[in-house]
């Protein structure tokens, strides 16, 4: 049996009868309705006149604000960027900027992706290195002369974004990749900073013992393994050796530099279980929560330790060379911001870009989040770990993939997983690493 | 229909035809829609990719050399292209083997009449319903050394020898792989051939009873000629599944198929070729190479297809 939904029930039916039906079930307009929504309509009337000017016109820049879009290939360095963001808008209150966050192991291919339908942000990241160049050569970003300020840039910062005779943007910050390790670890067992390899490999055989795991060495996406060995190489090489390396003068096959990827080998037994199929990001979470002792990782790094442990202890020291006469960092930068081409909003984009190198966004990127980028911004009282990165290089070389000679050597790492399922031994590793290589006598 | 008396036949005819041809037709302008963008987004893409491919284009920017067949040529020299297709084969024997064994076997399980029938069928069909990348997700979490189950949980059993770090060893990688891969789909072909054993009629399979065969006997000579079609529409559908596999084995194995390439497909290998294979510099992108792989993976998935669809109907000729 079915029965009409709209057909009222019986004891309502007789309520209805009693104060007619049409009151009931139609909705009528009562003298008594219309004057409850002209007074209504009265009354925010009259609240909007009462309201104060200043706020009026706040309402009125809100609705009006440019929203731009820009992606950031950290996510766990959210917190911070809201920060700057909120500092941009406040500073700007026509312009808001929504940062959409990819995962840095698949930051380039979303990116790429992206541009290829043409759905990229206002605001575009580059990683550093050639990409900036390839998007500006391809018309994808616009030439900002005149509106960046270049020249508070540090000179590694401008050398990316000033090219063919143009200003095409402004990164936000540089980072700087070392040693990280557990501090509370460290002390408990009684080690101290390795100054050289054979000290490295003894306190990794100790905190082993121990019953630590030593390293992370997330090799799933082989970014940790690729910044070991470029550190160790350049542990070996030092600013000199790796200038000849570019001019090719010299080469990761010789005997003396292949001991850097046979030190990736000799420390496997210290890295933690199953490393080669944990990701980057996984990797880093094991060590934020003290379940290795050590792990490469560069500055920026610091701020997504903080972020999966908050009470994270960790101090940071450069890579030892292997007969303890120094230590090494590599340093490079991070996203190269410039403007989309297609975007709608250039004007309020470009505010933004030439906005990431003043200072207020700088000091906020030195106390909390990498290294910054404008001149004479150093992190503030109280920064332990930023102070230490800074002087934890000494020398202080390039990141390889960030010049022209060495920025393949990242993409022939990749294919190199074979050195940890024993499919490649030293050096096999270093010849695969050094065919990438395209030396040029002008580096 | 009755014909104008004054009119001859054959102009009737020419009358016909010509207002047949002037009458809107309904179904035409229901079908424009799917019929444009169908054609707009499927197959005008997939003719420009044919022509795209013999260029060297990375995929930004304005077009390369024309450098025709080039990167058919490459596509076939490339070890790693061919080291994924061969993972791509081993995946559709495995998937195979599982899927004419264990999920026929469930099929007839579950045809069965039994209240828990319903329950049963909710739980095989389950994995077909979740999204292969939560279904890679959840084997990598599954298996992680880290905060994986499987390994302590093979220990509170005693079988601690069994213990492994599976994802990161290259001789258990694929099988794992095969594994997730086989969950999923064992769903679907489990669907369709209990499906098929709809069609089996009860009087033939009771016949054979009264006549003295065994359940075997019946299963074999009377369960599995109905079966034919159901065969034909799984295998095919298993080819497709099998060659095209790309998010599970993305989320498990990653861009660059770890560990060492021992989970590289040929979907992951086109992929990173198309948009980089991961992030710091590894920009480079080769979107007309990937396109001819992406070309010579539809050719291969094609005569594959083709090869078992004529196979499986010739078959179901015979058996009916």
Redesign the interface.
Known sequence: MTQDPNRPRRGEREKAEARGVDEVFERGFTRAGALRGVGGVLAAGALAGATPAFARDAIRVRSRATTITTWGNHPEWKGVMEKIVDVFEKSHPGIKVEVTYKPTAQYNAALNAALAGGAGPDVIGWNEGTSIRTAAKNKQIIALDGKVPVGRLIPAARAQVVFDGHSWGSALDAYTVGIFYQRPIFKKYGIKIPTNWAQLIAASKKLQAAGVTPWAMPAKDMIIPYFFYILAASSILGQDGFRQLRQGKRKLTEPQVVRAAQLMIDLQDYYNEGFQAVSYAEGKALFAQGRTAMLIGGSADYAGYKQVNPKVNVGVFGFPSPSGNRHVTVTGLDLNYSVNSKSSHKAEATTFVAWLSSRAPQQIVANELARPIAIGVTPGPGHRVESEMVAAGRPDVPVWYSVPETGGTFGAATTGGGIFTGDLDAAGFAKLVQASIKPSSKA | MELNPNVPPSAGRGRRIATAIRRPRTQIWFLLPAVVLYGGFFILPTLASYWLAMYDW?????LGDFIGFDNFRRVFEDQEFRRAALHNLWIFIALFVMTNTVSLFLAVLLDRKSWMRGPYRAIIFLPYILSPVVTGFIFEVLL???IGIVNPALDAIGLGSLQH??????RT?LPVIIIALAWQWNALATVIFMAGLQNVPPEMREAAITDGASPLGVFRHVTLPYLAPAFTVVNVLLAIFAFRAFDLVYVIG???G?????TLVMGTVI??N????????????R?SYAMAQGIVLFVILGLVAALLLVYLSRRERRVH
Do not use: E, H, Q, R
């Open positions: 990375s995929g930004l920017g304005p992680s050394p880290n770090t599976w994802l990161a060893d290259p990688a990653g861009a660059i770890a560990p060492n390439g021992a992929y990173g198309a948009f980089g294979k991961g992030s710091f510099l590894d920009v480079t992108t979107m």
